[in-house]
């Protein structure tokens, strides 16, 4: 059975992942509205009423904008760990409790044929934690919103068929950027988001042989560009020995446009 997914948008604006099998569909946060979320789902030829549930990274507003509508709106089960469901209940709305499913870090829930492990990240947020969707041998990892891959995180994610991992800003563009100095610090912090450099090492140490798609998420508007970013990961792989391209392809991501449904 096939193991398909798109990244339906990321960046600061909005942040949404479709994966999905012959069995279940699942949405991994919707942090746009719901009227954007539809849209988004129209572009890739699937409808919102199909998902089997929505999993939920953490509390921030580019994660969970449109996860009380889209809950509500088509009866969905919404799964998230219970510090995370406490900080995001007053700002999605009223949630059916029977629609409400904790779902612990560093634990696996399984859908059929598809399991799904949670691991923590390092972002200011109460619990964060993101994903790794396992199924018949096929593996994706969804990473970002970390200030930075521990060791850890490296085991849980190492050797993917996918990823979508974060290559958030250009450090120089940030630093000589318009963003006053305590954001700079946040993004630059252990608690932000990782660099295109900071990034790419971390890719190094976990891209494998089975790896064949790379895609750089949750670009900054503002401290970041698609080619810089793209160039940026490149040099540092092949400084490591890595040919992209040949092993591997990186991929772009968008905060408005999503990648074309892909089979893993």
């Known amino acids: 059975m096939a ?27 919707a942090g746009l509205s719901g009227k954007a979320m539809e849209g988004l789902f129209q ?32 009866q969905l089960p919404i799964y998230a760990n219970e510090k995370t ?18 779902f612990n870090m560093e634990t696996v829930k399984s859908f059929g044929s598809l399991d799904i492990e949670s691991f923590g990240v390092s972002h200011d947020a109460v619990e964060p934690m993101f994903y790794v969707f396992h199924h018949e041998g096929k593996k994706i990892v969804l990473i970002t919103d970390t200030g930075y891959v521990s060791d850890r995180m ?34 630059l912090s252990d608690v932000g988001h990782v660099s295109n450099e900071d990034a790419a090492l971390a890719m190094s140490e976990v891209i494998g042989d089975r790896t064949k798609r790379v895609y ?29 391209g040949e092993q591997f392809s990186l991929y772009d991501t968008d905060p408005k446009n999503p990648t074309p449904l892909t089979a893993v």
């Open 85 to 102: 469901w406490n900080a995001m209940d007053p700002l999605i709305g009223n949630v059916p409790t029977e629609q409400k499913f904790i």
């Open 216 to 244: 750089l998420a949750h670009l900054s508007m503002d401290n970041n560009m698609k080619d810089l970013a793209r160039m940026s990961v490149t040099q540092t792989l092949e400084s490591k020995g890595m040919i992209v």
């Open 43 to 74: 572009q890739i030829g699937r409808n919102i009423k199909d998902l089997s549930g929505i999993f939920v990274t953490h509390e921030h507003s580019d994660h969970i904008k449109g996860v009380g509508i889209l809950a509500r709106k088509y």
């Open 3 to 29: 193991l398909n997914f798109s990244v339906l948008a990321s960046g600061s604006t909005g942040n949404a992942i479709y994966v999905e099998t012959e069995e279940h569909s699942f949405l991994v946060d």
């Open 154 to 187: 490296k085991g849980i994610i190492s050797n993917a068929d996918i990823y979508v991992f974060e290559s958030n800003h250009d450090v120089s563009m940030l630093r000589m950027g318009k963003y006053p100095w305590n954001i700079k610090r946040r993004i």
